[in-house]
């Protein structure tokens, strides 16, 4: 039985060498020496693993400083929201002095309960030494410092309000 061999070109416009790449010798489809496909081929997926490695650190460290961002905020809105309990129950204490519902002519130290838990308030009183026009001491007015203190993480925070009050 004779082989017959397969003609090169098919007789079409345009050859494809794909046919007929193993005429060529030491040669591939592509033009490039047998045997350096391979060695190319993982150099190329090394560098794709390098590249994806880069990629997810770079992800990474955006993950993390997203995250450390919004436990800043956090914190902020913490301290925000504790700062504005201490002023609102150093306001109350005013109001109460106003009303004349709280004792000033003594200090004190008061721990609060309810919905200001943690914060204590202190008062203290001193009296004005104030004197009219005609060199007389005007008696009953008293300047009362009032500090909210409360404990936010390890720290100890303080709020302070002075004010003047006349008492007969």
């Known amino acids: ?3 017959l061999r397969r003609p090169i070109c098919t007789g079409a416009a345009v050859c494809d060498r794909r046919q007929h790449s193993s005429r060529f010798k030491g040669s591939t489809a592509t033009g490039r020496f047998r045997g350096s496909t391979a060695t190319g081929r993982r150099y190329n997926s090394a560098f794709v693993l390098l590249e ?3 990629g997810v650190a770079i992800f990474a460290m955006g993950v993390l400083a997203l995250g450390k961002c919004v436990n800043n905020c956090v914190i902020a809105e913490v301290a925000k929201n504790e700062d504005r309990k201490a002023r609102l ?3 109350n204490r005013l109001a109460e002095i106003e009303g004349g519902a709280v ?3 003594k200090a004190k ?3 609060l309960k309810g919905m ?3 914060i204590t308030i202190k008062q203290q009183v001193k009296p004005v030494p104030l004197k009219n026009e005609r060199k007389q001491v ?3 007015i ?3 410092d009032l500090e909210a203190v409360w404990k936010s993480g390890n720290e100890t925070q303080s709020k302070e309000l002075s004010v003047y009050v006349q008492r007969s």
């Open 89 to 91: 129950a150093l306001s």
């Open 1 to 3: 039985m004779k082989l």
């Open 138 to 140: 005007i008696s009953g």
């Open 103 to 105: 004792d000033i002519t």
């Open 116 to 118: 200001f838990q943690g």
């Open 52 to 54: 994806v490695m880069l």
């Open 109 to 111: 130290e008061e721990p």
């Open 142 to 144: 008293y300047e009362i």
